[in-house]
């Protein structure tokens, strides 16, 4: 429940202020996007600061596939997760649409196609799942903001927008509004998220193997240069995350 919720949120965000981005823009599509952004990054932290103690506040099959991969969700809990994040996803579609007066579901016209698209899809997931990943074992506090910080820049870096989502893909190919992506263009933009959050996964799997020690970081600097005395007052991420 919390992840469908979280996810009908989400895209309520995405696609609500993308309405309203663009009516108040007066054709303007770079405020419009930047409207589009701000409020997608905000809402991220809310939702993720809400929901995240209760079910990790995923929102996201390829995060989903990556935190089973790595051992911190059971696979039996996978495909529960990824029928809540995707109807909650439509379902935050439907809201958009009814608070902005808008066919409740319409399939999009917006074309995102080609390979520099696909390519852009691939980088902005491999990068969001990376952050998440490294932060939730080293500073799990942060991962609320650094997910906001990292999607609000990748809206921006990425020829795609950074959808970096298979049910937020797959949603937003059912609002014919700014935020919206073609039906035809959705298998390309899935395959490349699913292979970006694979890769991302591997890598620090690689980077932090599970059971290896953590590097304790204070204030920025490793615990080799900080003194024993010091260390010894210090609470672990891991544990300041649990608090």
Request: glycine share 10%; hydrophobic share 55%; with cysteine.
């Amino acid at each position: 429940m919390a992840e469908a919720i979280g996810s009908a949120f989400l895209l309520a965000a995405v696609v609500g202020s993308g309405i309203m981005g663009v009516r108040l823009a007066g054709g303007n599509v770079g405020v419009a996007l930047l409207a589009n952004t701000l409020a997608t990054g905000a809402a991220l932290v809310a939702l993720i600061l809400t929901f995240g103690p209760i079910s990790g506040a995923h929102l996201n099959p390829a995060v989903t596939l990556a935190e089973a991969w790595q051992g911190r969700l059971p696979w039996r809990d996978v495909l529960a997760y990824w029928g809540a994040q995707i109807l909650g996803a439509f379902a935050g579609v439907v809201a958009a649409h009814a608070m902005f007066s808008e066919p409740l579901l319409a399939a999009s016209r917006q074309t995102r196609a080609g390979g520099a698209q696909v390519f852009s899809e691939f980088v902005a997931t491999f990068g969001l799942v990376a952050v998440i990943q490294g932060c939730a074992r080293l500073r799990p506090p942060t991962v609320p903001f650094a997910v906001a910080a990292y999607i609000t820049a990748a809206y921006w870096f990425t020829a795609s927008t950074s959808f970096a989502n298979p049910a937020v893909t797959l949603a937003r190919a059912a609002t014919d509004t700014f935020t919206g992506i073609r039906p035809a263009d959705v298998p390309g933009f899935i395959v490349a998220q699913l292979c970006g959050a694979a890769a991302a996964t591997a890598l620090f799997r690689w980077l932090l193997p599970a059971g290896a020690p953590e590097p304790a970081l204070v204030e920025g600097r490793s615990a080799e240069s900080t003194p024993a005395s010091t260390r010894a007052k210090t609470v672990s991420p891991r544990s300041a995350g649990r608090a």
